[in-house]
């Protein structure tokens, strides 16, 4: 096997039946029975053929550094079943978690490992955190404490390392997937909790806009007074971009670490914040209008038109 950079150059000897066709635009319609090589630096999309008959084929293979996705049309769905390394799932599956008042979610990196938050807990006695570690399939609960608030949680790309933030309650930590866990934060009102892929970074914002950093992975905190009103939070891969979106003030993001905050879009009610791993492009909701996207750390923000005007959370 070659390591990407020993391999020079590359020529293709092996050709479906009506052949190999490059493309490089950011947007393709694909034909049945049809290779494509997604040859781009940029992602590319190929959407499938809209009436294939039954048998027809499409291969596609990525020569480029960008990476290319399909797209269904309405009515179809795509089985992932024969992929190498795919879980045997189909397009959806139901998870033998019971019915909770869920509250918050988040993945590994592959996406085997899951946390969910509850709010009030089975039957309304106190919160509880699960975890599966089989991509939904069994869930175990890993609450590191009880109360009646809502819980907002995070995990690291490994799925070790475990933020669980309590609403009036503590930002509590693990480094085990949920065997053990510690808490050193003081009791807020939290509404939203982040991680860098490996868990050092952690940032938890409250009602009151607060936004707080550890960088030891909950060991100790500093507290950011940057707002007023609940906040949502999101941290970069490397955790040296992080973002901070209040309702009813400004988003502000940090491409230092948290050293310094700079405000990067003006009032509004901010509902909730993502980003990209390498904290480039961010996204964001308005509770009550649309959704806003950046490609320059928040710099400048694009209205999505197409996005619906409601009480996004």
């Given at each position: ?6 391999i ?8 479906s039946?009506?052949?190999?066709t ?54 179809q ?28 979610l ?8 899951l946390?969910a ?8 006695f106190?919160?509880?955190t ?43 930590t ?11 934060s ?6 939203s ?33 940057l ?68 490609s ?6 694009t ?11």
């Amino acid at each position: 096997t070659l390591a990407i950079a020993e391999i020079t150059s590359t020529s293709y000897i092996c050709r479906s039946a009506a052949g190999w066709t490059s493309v490089s635009a950011a947007s393709v319609q694909a034909a049945s029975n049809t290779g494509y090589l997604a040859n781009s630096s940029s992602l590319v999309a190929l959407t499938l053929p809209a009436s294939p008959a039954v048998g027809d084929t499409l291969a596609v293979s990525g020569v480029g550094s960008g990476g290319w996705k399909l797209v269904q049309n309405a009515g179809q769905s795509i089985r992932t079943t024969n992929l190498p390394g795919s879980p045997a799932v189909g397009s959806f599956a139901q998870t033998s978690a019971s019915q909770q008042n869920w509250w918050s979610l988040a993945a590994s990196g592959d996406g085997s490992k899951l946390v969910a938050g509850i709010n009030g807990g089975t039957n309304g006695f106190g919160t509880h955190t699960w975890v599966s570690t089989d991509a939904g399939a069994s869930w175990s609960d890993v609450s590191p404490a009880h109360d009646f608030s809502e819980s907002y949680v995070a995990i690291s790309a490994d799925g070790t390392h475990l933020v669980d933030a309590i609403r009036n309650g503590y930002v509590w930590t693990s480094a085990d997937g949920g065997a053990t866990w510690q808490h050193t934060s003081p009791i807020q009102s939290w509404t939203s909790a982040a991680t860098s892929n490996d868990g050092s970074v952690i940032l938890a914002a409250d009602n009151a806009g607060n936004a707080y950093l550890s960088t030891d992975g909950g060991a100790s905190w500093t507290q950011n007074v940057l707002a007023a009103g609940s906040a949502s939070v999101a941290v970069s891969a490397d955790g040296s971009v992080l973002a901070v979106a209040t309702n009813g003030y400004d988003l502000l993001v940090s491409t230092d670490g948290g050293t310094s905050w700079q405000v990067r879009a003006s009032v509004q009610a901010w509902s909730a914040i993502t980003m990209s791993s390498d904290g480039s492009h961010l996204a964001a909701t308005v509770n009550g209008g649309q959704i806003y996207t950046s490609s320059y750390s928040g710099a400048t923000w694009t209205l999505q038109a197409g996005s619906a005007s409601t009480g996004w959370t």
